[in-house]
Each structure stands twice: as C-alpha cells, then as structure tokens.
C-alpha cells in the first residue's frame, strides 16, 4: 500500500472508530444511562477508545496480509438497568455506532459531489487530490464498518440489536453464544464467509451514495 494511502487510511480509521464509540456513549447518556460518560468515554479523544486487538492489531494484520482495512475500539459499558426502556434503547444505543458511520459516509460523499473538477491550490500546493483521497477513504471505510458493526453476531452491534428483538425462549437461546460470539466472527473472518456477508449491503449502499 502506498505510504500516503495507508496513513490517511490509519487516520480517518482510527477517527471513524472514536465517533462509533462516541456515539454509543451519547445516545446512552440521552437515554438515562451516564455509565459511559461518567467513565469519560463521550469523548472524541481516540485514546479512551483505543482495544488493542480492534483498534491496534487487526488493523496492523490488515495492512501486512493486504486485506480489508477494518476493526473495533473498546466497547462502551451500558448499564441496562438504567435505561428508561429496556430493551428499546439498549437497541437504540446499539444502533448509534453503525449511524454515526453512516453519517460519516453520507457527508464524505456529499463533500466528493461538491468538490470541484479543477485543482485547487494553497500556497502552491495542490490540494484537490488529498481532499479527494480523504472523503473516498471516509466513505468507503465507514460504509465498510457500518456494513460490519451490524453483522448479527454478539459482541457486534447487529448482535446486540438482534438480542434485543428477540423474545422468550428464542432470546434464551441466543444468549447462550454471547460468549462464542468472538470465536464464531474470528472463524467467519479467517474462513472468508464474513467478506460475502459484508460485500453486497456494502456495495448497495455504495451505489447509492455514488450515484
């Protein structure tokens, strides 16, 4: 990969990763639960984000195998008997992560539309390309993970928003992978099967915001 690419790519991650997080800790907080913002994690500072294997080793495999550019930050806590209607806004709060990146995506692609066919220039500088590497890296890494984030396996946020939909014996059982959910993304990232489930919403909505 090309050094510049990989550094944007590491950046706009890493900034898509603390928003995810952020975002969680927010709508809780707006929901009746300050855990996480007590816990200083409404924050736009990556470092209370930061999980070493998310956030640090699954990138760097990710860059020395050449495979997709993806990964996770330290999950927000939620106290869900704190929340003023449970399950609702647990699943609420769930869904704030994978919306925030959506709304990092919306607004990137709306930056590419705007931005002008000649090249523009600072000081001497070209500036048209770097800014169109950052939006297209933004876009296509936070509809990347959106797409990811809402794959239905616990601890994935599609995981908790399923469990929340869930009722009675059906919600019993699916408790009972919650603490295989690791094991069981680990075994669909390495088998290959998570790149046909993430590839065609990921390109539905990439079509949509490229039109």
């Known amino acids: ?26 709508a809780a907080d ?10 200083g994690r409404l924050s736009l500072n990556p470092v209370v984000h930061i999980d070493p ?17 993806i990964g996770w930050a330290k999950p927000v806590p939620v106290n869900t008997s704190r929340l003023r209607r449970y399950p ?9 992560g994978p919306a925030s990146n959506i709304l990092i995506a919306v607004t990137a692609s709306l930056a590419l539309r705007l931005m002008p066919l000649t090249p523009l220039g600072l000081g001497g500088l070209g500036v048209a390309e770097p800014t169109f590497a950052l939006a297209t890296t933004a876009l296509q ?21 399923l469990g929340g939909v869930l009722r009675g014996r059906l919600s019993e059982r699916y408790e009972l992978i919650r603490p295989w959910g690791v094991f069981i993304l680990y075994a669909l ?3 290959g099967t998570l790149r046909y489930i993430i590839a065609p919403p990921y390109a ?4 949509l915001l490229t039109l």
């Open 30 to 39: 707006r929901l009746g639960d300050p855990t996480a913002r007590l816990l």
């Open 204 to 207: 539905l909505l990439a079509r």
């Open 189 to 191: 990232m390495l088998s």
């Open 53 to 69: 294997v998310g956030t640090l080793l699954l990138p760097a495999v990710a860059i020395a195998t050449g495979a997709p550019l």
């Open 88 to 96: 609702r806004d647990y699943m609420l709060v769930a869904a704030a």
């Open 141 to 161: 890494l936070n509809l990347l993970l959106a797409v990811f984030n809402l794959v239905p396996v616990p601890p994935l946020d599609g995981g908790n928003i």
């Open 1 to 26: 990969m090309d050094p510049g690419v990989l550094v944007v790519s590491v950046v706009v991650l890493l900034f898509s990763l603390t928003v995810h997080e952020a975002a969680h800790a927010w």
